[in-house]
């Protein structure tokens, strides 16, 4: 009898480690076909192109609007809590750290993982379980490359353009409920935003996003051990994936925050 | 061989009109956006300014962090690039300043590190001598710091003194609520039937006394009353007096002071007085020279009697010698005469 035959606990735990062993596996093949040049062939071009767009156009505007509102109801929070405390001076930086910094990345992953990336993910694993996958690969054609590359690419798009358009948004409306429409305040508002993003903090904030839309691309893409062939269970497998995507998220968000305030 | 599968169409996939165009314009407004972001980021950081270099020296550095501003009148001037330790010992503090605002510090400048109580240290440039040659790229000046915090300690000293010295104020037995504690029996019993009498005398036999000389002394004052009244009209008689007193006076003066009075015989009298004396005056000026001439003889004389002594003190001595000769001569002359007596 096997160890994990006698131990439950035991086979859990190599089922756990083999469910993330696959995901960091996908994840760097995708990496891989991302960074080379024969992904973006003149014939591969118009499926990125085109995935990229319906990724990201349908969700851009009601992401923008949602946390225009969102973000200037915490800007008026922020301002009349720091206005009543006397520490109005030290709002602006609270704002743009809270804001731009952390909730936004945050968010635009959490949306784009909801509105694109977990339907792509289940056009993805529907198909490599219906055999179409190795029904393309015997027909000479890579799936990874025409099906889960360009999908990949859209969820990662999604992401970060999300964050960049509502990041850009938020610093002009807190610009806007600080100093009114007026420019008089555009020198100090600039010089906030730069001591804010000193170069260890821009960093750290393009890794962010970028392992953020990383994650929200590839996790709903992958599935867990139990699910190839099994017909049950979808609902726990779902489960299972959005509990991984919000362990990654939640783990690269306590990356960043260590990185940046520690 | 048969041509692959297509991928099935998504369900719910409307068609995109020029769905590579906008694609392509997506693509690049986002890269824009990017591109914006990154050059505004940088633009804040002042990546396209030209810059000089300040450098600070403090004994501490302790809450100055790298990216925080150099003020001057309220505005920031200049920022902090890099702290690092120098081989003295102390924090150097390198501040960047942008060359366009570098003209409000001057070589007389003064730079000041305020630690408050909530926040980093404030650290402040002041210039008083606006004609003063500007501050050279590079200098190195000394920052004088002020923490608020450091007081506290202080404070909390004099705090607690304060609150013992309190404490021993109001405790029971001190000598403040001991002194409250009297007030409060002292007007108790002056709003007593006493009165202020009794806290006065503390005593109602004295209170009685007090009020018997009180009665004494209003009788009186009612006999002085009567007295006053008969004096009075003895003052309405004086008057009468003075007013021929005046008139005596009046004559006197006339007397006294008048054409013929006694006082113009008196200054005549006094006139030749003072002639007299005049006389006399010159008089006792010439004795006082003959007193001088006979002081004279009389010195010469004092000499003439002790020359006189002094001489006859040496006619004695040679008449003594001249006897003596004679007597010797006698002795040896053979015709001397025999001067012993011989008795029969």
Known sequence: MTLSARHPWVRALLDWSRGWWQVIRFGAQVLVLAMSPSSYRSSQRPRIVQSIYQATMPMLTGFVVLSAIAGLVIIRIVLATALSYGLSRYALDVLVRTLVLELIPLSAAMFAALRYAMPAGEQVRKMRMQGLFNTQLAAGLDPMRDTVLPRALAGMFAVITLAALSSATTLVLTYISVYGFSSWGLAGFTRTVGQVFNPVIVLIFGMKTFFLSMAVAIIPMVPTPREAGIGFGWAHAEVVRVARLLAVVLLIEMLSLVGNYY | MSPPPELPPPADAPPVAHLDLKARLLLVGVLVLIGVSIAYVLYA????????????????????????????????????????????????????????????????????????????????????????????????????SGDA????????????????????????????NRSLRNVQTTTETLN??????????????????????????????????GLVLKADGLAVKADGFVTRADGLVAKADTQVFGERGVMKDAHATVAQLNGLLGDA??????????????????????????????????VEASLRKVAQLVNEVNRKWPFARDTEIKLP
């Open chain 2, 45 to 144: 950081r002042g990546a396209f300014e030209r810059k000089q270099t300040l450098v600070l020296v403090a004994d501490n550095s302790e809450g100055v962090v790298v990216g925080q501003d150099l003020t001057f009148a309220g505005f920031p001037i200049g920022r902090v690039n890099r702290i690092e330790l120098s081989k003295e010992g102390n924090a150097r503090i390198v501040v960047d300043v942008p060359v366009k605002d570098a003209n409000w510090l001057r070589e007389s400048s003064v730079f000041t590190m305020e630690s408050g109580l909530v926040g980093a240290p404030k650290i402040r440039a002041y210039s008083g001598v606006p004609s003063d040659p500007p501050l050279p790229d590079g200098a190195v000046r000394r920052v004088l």
């Open chain 2, 149 to 176: 915090s450091a007081e506290i300690p202080r404070l909390m000293a004099s705090v607690r003194d304060l609150i013992a010295n309190l404490t021993s104020m109001t405790s029971s037995d001190a000598p403040l």
């Open chain 2, 192 to 225: 007593s039937p006493r009165g202020a009498l009794g806290v006065l005398m503390g005593d109602d036999k004295d209170a009685k006394k007090i009020i018997t000389t009180l009665d004494r002394t209003n009788a009186l004052l009612a006999r002085i009353d």
């Open chain 2, 281 to 314: 005056r010159n008089s006792l000026t010439k004795v006082d020279a003959l007193l001088q001439e006979a002081q004279g003889i009389a010195g010469n004389t004092r000499e003439a009697t002790t020359d006189l002594i002094a001489l006859r003190a040496e």
